[in-house]
C-alpha cells in the first residue's frame, strides 16, 4: 500500500529537482526522502527519476504521477483541513431541552449572532431528556440525580410564591400556608405523578408542602401567564414573574416566609468528544447566566 508521507516526498522533489533541497524543505534527513522515493518505486514497480552527479529528473512514469499527485494532495490536505475545521467552530445544528422558554428568549439571538453556522431546536420542557438520542443539551432545575451525566452549575434562582390580584378578589388571601391546600395551585408535574414539594423557611424554621396542582404545566413561562389570568397561587422563579410583579398583575405571598433558590444547572452527556456546539453553547449560558443580578436585569 503506498504511503501518503512517500507521495509528499515525491511530490516535493519532483517540484525542486533535488533530494537535498526536498529535505530541507519537509524538514527531513536527505536519507529519509530517498528511503520513501525507494519504496514508492518498489510499490510502482516503476523508476520515478533518472539520477545523475549533477541532477535529478523525472521519468516519463514520474511526469505522469506528477500531474496526479499535485492534485491528489491538495484534495486531501483540503479534506483534513476541513474535518479539523469541523471539529473546532461551531457549525451545525445544536438540540437544547429547557425547562423554560424564556430563560433562552433573550439569550438564543445573542448566541447565533456569535455562531452564525449554527441552527438550533429547542424543546421546551421540565421532562427529561435523553442527551444521546433526544437532546445535546439540557438546562434543568435542582439536583441532578443522574451520575452517568456531566452537571455544570450555571446559577441560583430566586424563587416566588405569587397569585394575581383577581384570583385574590375571587377566592380570598390565604391566612397561613396550610391554607394553600384549599386554593388552586399551579404547578410543573412532579416526579413519578407526585406533587412538588414547596419548601419556606422562617426563623429556623422549615415547612415542607405537597399541594396536588389544580393545573400542571411543564413550562414557566406557561404557569406564570396562567397566574396572571388568575388561575391559581404558583411558584415562579424571580427571572420569570418580575415584571408582573413590579406592573401589579401578580403579587407575592407571606413575605415573611423566604423560598429557598434553585439551582438552574447545565448537563450534557459527556465531556470527553465534546462537541464544538455543546462547548460554545455551554460556555455562552455560563457567561450570560452568571451576570450579577441577572434576575434583576432580565425581562420575563
Not at 239 to 257: Q, R, T
Request: one cysteine or more; glycine letters at 6%; aromatic letters at 6%.
Amino acid at each position: 500500500m503506498i504511503d501518503l508521507n512517500d507521495l509528499r516526498a515525491f511530490e516535493k522533489v519532483a517540484a525542486m529537482k533535488s533530494f537535498s533541497a526536498a529535505a530541507r524543505e519537509l524538514g527531513m534527513p536527505r536519507s529519509s526522502v530517498s528511503r520513501s522515493i525507494a519504496r514508492l518505486e518498489e510499490e510502482l514497480d516503476a523508476r520515478l527519476f533518472q539520477r545523475t552527479t549533477r541532477e535529478v529528473a523525472l521519468t516519463p512514469t514520474g511526469e505522469a504521477l506528477q500531474l496526479r499527485c499535485a492534485g491528489l494532495l491538495g484534495a486531501l490536505e483540503d479534506a483534513v483541513g476541513e474535518v479539523r475545521g469541523s471539529t473546532s467552530v461551531p457549525r451545525g445544528h445544536l438540540r437544547v431541552t429547557s425547562f423554560a422558554a424564556n430563560l433562552l428568549r433573550k439569550e438564543l439571538p445573542a448566541f447565533l449572532a456569535r455562531y452564525p453556522e449554527v441552527t438550533v431546536s429547542v424543546d421546551v420542557s421540565s421532562e427529561t431528556k435523553d442527551l444521546m438520542t433526544d437532546a445535546d443539551v439540557a438546562i434543568r432545575l435542582g439536583p441532578m440525580p443522574d451520575s452517568s451525566v456531566v452537571t455544570t452549575r450555571l446559577r441560583s434562582m430566586k424563587r416566588v410564591l405569587c397569585v394575581s390580584p383577581a384570583y385574590l378578589e375571587r377566592r380570598g388571601r390565604p391566612e397561613s400556608l396550610d391554607e394553600l391546600a384549599e386554593h388552586d395551585t399551579v404547578d410543573i408535574p412532579g416526579a413519578f405523578g407526585r406533587p412538588r414539594c414547596w419548601t419556606f423557611t422562617k426563623d429556623g424554621e422549615i415547612k415542607k408542602l405537597e399541594i396536588p396542582a389544580r393545573i400542571s404545566v411543564n413550562e414557566e413561562s406557561a404557569i406564570k401567564s396562567l397566574l396572571v389570568d388568575g388561575a391559581g397561587i404558583g411558584m415562579v422563579s424571580a427571572y420569570c414573574c418580575g415584571p408582573a410583579l413590579a406592573s401589579g398583575d401578580l403579587v407575592g405571598l407571606f413575605p415573611d416566609w423566604s423560598v429557598p433558590p434553585i439551582d438552574v444547572n447545565i448537563v450534557f452527556a459527556s465531556k470527553r468528544g465534546l462537541s464544538p456546539n455543546v462547548r460554545a453553547f455551554v460556555d455562552f449560558m455560563k457567561e450570560r447566566l452568571g451576570t450579577p443580578k441577572y434576575d434583576e436585569q432580565r425581562e420575563a
